[in-house]
C-alpha cells in the first residue's frame, strides 16, 4: 500500500509542476533541466550531429545541447527575447569556460516557430583530456522571471586512434587538426589536398641550454601496402642547430602534410618522431587515416 501511496503522491507533484515549474533527468546521460515558468519537453545533446546520450567525449568534439520547442516567454509584437549564459567548471568548481548574454544580439527579439535554441562548446583547451567537467546552460526571458535551466556532468577522453610512445618526455595534449574543415578530426577521415596538422602541446623532457631546446622532427607515412608515400627525415632541420626558444616549443610542437594527385590504398598510416639532439629524449605518435 505504502508503494502504491508513493506512487500516486509522485505523480501528482510532477503533474503540478508542469504549471510554473518542472524538473527533468536523462537517467542514462545524467542531464538535468529544471525550468521555472520556462518549458522544453525536448532538450538533447549532439556530437558530429547525431543524437546522442553519451556523458564521455572525445578531445576535440564540439557538443551541442539543444533546446527544441522552449515555450513560456513573454511575447511583445508577437517576438519572444531569450538570453543565454554558460558555464564550464573542473572538478574542482573552478570556471574553464564562460559565456553570458548569448543571444542578445537579436534586440528586435525572435519569432521562430517552434523556437530552438542551442548551446555548444568545443573540447579543447583549456579543457583537458582525462579531466570531468560540468556544463551548466541558463536561458532566461529578458521580459519576465522565466528561466530554464540545464546542467550536464562529463568527462574526456583522448583519441584512440593516436598511438604515442614516449622516451624521457611527458605532454599535455596531443590531437589531430584539419585546416579545410576548421576542427579537430576524431574520426580518422580527411580528403585529399587538406592540410592536416599532428599537434603535441605540453611537450617536456627536452635538454635546455640557455633557454633554447634542439629538436629534431620525421615524418613518415605508409599505406596498407606499407608503401612510402611520405618521407621527411627532418623538418625542424634548422632548429636542430640554433635551438627553439623552450616556451615556443612547450606550447605546441606541429607537423602538417596533405595527399594530394594520386590514389592510395586505405588506411595510411602516419607517424612523427620528435627527438632531442642533446638527449636520448624522444616521442613517436602515430595514426591511421582513411582518405575520402
Known amino acids: 500500500m505504502r508503494t502504491i501511496i508513493s506512487t500516486i503522491l509522485f505523480s501528482f507533484l ?12 536523462d537517467l542514462i546521460s545524467g542531464l538535468t533541466s529544471k525550468g521555472n515558468l520556462l518549458t522544453c519537453d525536448n532538450v538533447y545533446l549532439t556530437v558530429n550531429n547525431e543524437k546522442t546520450t553519451s556523458n564521455s567525449f572525445i578531445y576535440g568534439e564540439m557538443i551541442y545541447m539543444v533546446f527544441n520547442d522552449i ?7 508577437g517576438n519572444v527575447f531569450p538570453l543565454m549564459d554558460l558555464v564550464v567548471t573542473g572538478i574542482s568548481g573552478d570556471t574553464v569556460l564562460f559565456a ?6 537579436y534586440n528586435d527579439g525572435m519569432d521562430f516557430t517552434p523556437l530552438q535554441l542551442t548551446a555548444n562548446i568545443s573540447i579543447v583547451t583549456p579543457i583537458r583530456s582525462g579531466g570531468e567537467y560540468t556544463l551548466s ?6 521580459k519576465s522571471e522565466g528561466t530554464f535551466s540545464s546542467v550536464l556532468k562529463f568527462t574526456v577522453k583522448a583519441n584512440d586512434k593516436i598511438k604515442t610512445e614516449a622516451e624521457g618526455t611527458t605532454f599535455d595534449e596531443i590531437y589531430l587538426f584539419s585546416q579545410g574543415k576548421d576542427k579537430v578530426i ?13 599537434m603535441v602541446e605540453g611537450l617536456k623532457g627536452f635538454t635546455e641550454e640557455n633557454g633554447l631546446v ?12 606499407n608503401d612510402t608515400v611520405l618521407k621527411n627525415d627532418n623538418l625542424f632541420s634548422e632548429y636542430s642547430e640554433k635551438g627553439v626558444a623552450v616556451s615556443d616549443f612547450t606550447s605546441r610542437v606541429s607537423a602538417h602534410f596533405k595527399f594530394s594527385g594520386t590514389e592510395f590504398n586505405n588506411p595510411l598510416l602516419v607517424e612523427i618522431i620528435v627527438w632531442d639532439k642533446k638527449s636520448n629524449s624522444k ?6 587515416f582513411e582518405l575520402e
Open 100 to 105: 553570458d548574454n548569448i543571444y542578445s544580439d
Open 137 to 142: 546552460v541558463k536561458i532566461r526571458d529578458r
Open 186 to 198: 576524431t574520426d580518422g577521415k580527411i580528403n585529399f589536398d587538406d592540410n592536416i596538422y599532428i
Open 283 to 288: 616521442i613517436k605518435v602515430e595514426s591511421e
Open 71 to 77: 515555450q513560456g516567454f513573454t511575447k511583445e509584437n
Open 14 to 25: 510532477l503533474a503540478g509542476c508542469n504549471f510554473s515549474k518542472s524538473v527533468k533527468k
Open 214 to 225: 634542439y629538436p629534431g622532427l620525421s615524418l613518415y607515412a605508409f599505406d596498407s601496402g
